[in-house]
């Protein structure tokens, strides 16, 4: 159910509408994600947080039309550049794949062809995309390689994969996958191999390209700290589902769903004390929950109720910029659910873009 966007908008990128995926296992089809609804918009940064196990990679490869043999899609639509992925044949996405809609993974290590020089790579991905001579596509191959923060970019131009270390490998995967000018990037935990002063260079560069060129960024990570950088909306899984899907601000400063409030409880703030213990969210994530048809967090939230265990929950509006999978917050029971100015979330963020924006044309 999407309230706040509209499959005809063109301002959205990608619109996905009931997504839902079931891989075959021993004991038979389990569904391991149901009922997901996001949109993502041109230049806009959606982040994706969640608990390991909640769905985020399996959602982003079912868009690539990547998911492992035995997953496959079973519900659900995904609208891009007014086509929808999900039906493609392998083809069709192959023409979309790499040109048009990209993907960055945590590990490189295959992802490079072992038997070309990195220059070769990237040189043929700009090429596909742009008809520029090879000089040309040299020049802007060295231009990327330099700004995802890779000293001597001629040098490596003439190298093997084999011969770099990880963390370098990792940032030719993400110049290949930025060479073609991709409309959408999705990220999967892409820097978290990275050390932290690389990872801030390369989330800066994909903010500037989503500025400059109003590239679209999924950005999936377990993160709080990144989330809270670079996305402008934030999507937040738990067990195959969506469970809140609002701004960064509100998501925030008034977090609608518990399990976004326990998330954010595990954050450590500056104001706390330097020895204060990390925490963790009590319990774990329950290993059958596809078969849980009620709310899947009830076993773990502070706040659950017989009604809650009884009950499919379903995404609802709070208002213009939460939605959440919460009958307690939807009936106004939860006190730490508060009322928000959502027209001062869009203002600030708005705003945020606008001055990321000049500082970019400042140089
Ligand atoms: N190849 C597979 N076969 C069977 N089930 C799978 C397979 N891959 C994923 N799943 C199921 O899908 C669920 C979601 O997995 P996914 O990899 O999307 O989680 P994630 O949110 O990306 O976690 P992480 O943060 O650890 O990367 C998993 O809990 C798992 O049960
Ligand atoms: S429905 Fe009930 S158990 Fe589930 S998150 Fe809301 S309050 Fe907690
Ligand atoms: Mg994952």
């Given at each position: 159910?999407?309230?706040?966007?509209?499959?005809?908008?063109?301002?959205?990128?990608?619109?996905?509408?009931?997504?839902?995926?079931?891989?075959?296992?021993?004991?038979?089809?389990?569904?391991?994600?149901?009922?997901?609804?996001?949109?993502?918009?041109?230049?806009?940064?959606?982040?994706?947080?969640?608990?390991?196990?909640?769905?985020?990679?399996?959602?982003?490869?079912?868009?690539?039309?990547?998911?492992?043999?035995?997953?496959?899609?079973?519900?659900?639509?995904?609208?891009?550049?007014?086509?929808?992925?999900?039906?493609?044949?392998?083809?069709?996405?192959?023409?979309?794949?790499?040109?048009?809609?990209?993907?960055?993974?945590?590990?490189?290590?295959?992802?490079?062809?072992?038997?070309?020089?990195?220059?070769?790579?990237?040189?043929?991905?700009?090429?596909?995309?742009?008809?520029?001579?090879?000089?040309?596509?040299?020049?802007?191959?060295?231009?990327?390689?330099?700004?995802?923060?890779?000293?001597?970019?001629?040098?490596?131009?003439?190298?093997?994969?084999?011969?770099?270390?990880?963390?370098?490998?990792?940032?030719?995967?993400?110049?290949?996958?930025?060479?073609?000018?991709?409309?959408?990037?999705?990220?999967?935990?892409?820097?978290?191999?990275?050390?932290?002063?690389?990872?801030?260079?390369?989330?800066?560069?994909?903010?500037?390209?989503?500025?400059?060129?109003?590239?679209?960024?999924?950005?999936?990570?377990?993160?709080?700290?990144?989330?809270?950088?670079?996305?402008?909306?934030?999507?937040?899984?738990?067990?195959?589902?969506?469970?809140?899907?609002?701004?960064?601000?509100?998501?925030?400063?008034?977090?609608?769903h518990p399990y976004?409030r326990a998330?954010?409880d595990?954050?450590?703030?500056?104001?706390?004390?330097?020895?204060?213990?990390?925490t963790?969210i009590p319990g774990?994530?329950?290993?059958?929950?596809?078969?849980?048809?009620?709310c899947?967090f009830a076993g773990r939230c502070e706040f659950a109720q017989?009604?809650c265990?009884?009950?499919?929950?379903?995404?609802?509006?709070?208002?213009?910029?939460?939605?959440?999978?919460c009958?307690r917050a939807?009936?106004?029971e939860l006190d730490f659910v508060?009322?928000?100015?959502?027209?001062?979330?869009?203002?600030?963020?708005?705003?945020?873009?606008?001055?990321?924006?000049?500082?970019?044309?400042?140089?």
């Amino acid at each position: 159910m999407k309230a706040m966007t509209n499959v005809d908008d063109p301002d959205v990128m990608l619109s996905v509408n009931g997504l839902e995926i079931t891989f075959k296992t021993d004991q038979g089809d389990r569904v391991f994600l149901r009922d997901v609804d996001f949109d993502i918009r041109r230049g806009e940064v959606l982040g994706v947080v969640g608990e390991s196990g909640s769905g985020k990679s399996i959602t982003a490869l079912s868009l690539m039309g990547l998911l492992p043999n035995a997953g496959r899609v079973t519900d659900g639509e995904a609208w891009f550049k007014g086509k929808n992925l999900l039906s493609m044949t392998s083809d069709q996405l192959d023409e979309i794949r790499g040109k048009h809609l990209a993907m960055i993974f945590q590990d490189a290590l295959t992802s490079l062809n072992p038997v070309l020089t990195i220059g070769n790579q990237i040189i043929e991905a700009i090429r596909a995309h742009q008809d520029i001579s090879k000089a040309k596509a040299t020049n802007l191959a060295v231009d990327l390689l330099d700004r995802v923060g890779l000293a001597k970019p001629k040098t490596i131009l003439n190298q093997y994969a084999h011969t770099l270390s990880g963390g370098m490998r990792q940032r030719v995967m993400i110049a290949i996958a930025l060479a073609s000018e991709p409309s959408l990037i999705i990220a999967d935990e892409a820097t978290s191999s990275l050390d932290v002063t690389i990872q801030a260079q390369i989330m800066h560069l994909l903010r500037e390209l989503s500025l400059e060129r109003d590239m679209s960024v999924m950005l999936i990570t377990h993160d709080i700290g990144l989330i809270a950088q670079m996305a402008d909306r934030v999507l937040v899984m738990y067990a195959g589902e969506v469970v809140e899907y609002t701004d960064v601000f509100t998501m925030f400063e008034a977090p609608g769903h518990p399990y976004t409030r326990a998330l954010l409880d595990t954050v450590p703030s500056i104001e706390d004390d330097k020895d204060r213990e990390l925490t963790a969210i009590p319990g774990v994530v329950p290993e059958d929950y596809y078969a849980i048809n009620s709310c899947r967090f009830a076993g773990r939230c502070e706040f659950a109720q017989q009604q809650c265990r009884e009950t499919r929950q379903v995404m609802r509006p709070l208002d213009d910029c939460r939605q959440v999978r919460c009958m307690r917050a939807q009936n106004n029971e939860l006190d730490f659910v508060h009322s928000t100015q959502c027209e001062a979330s869009k203002i600030a963020l708005a705003r945020r873009k606008e001055e990321a924006k000049k500082r970019l044309s400042q140089g």
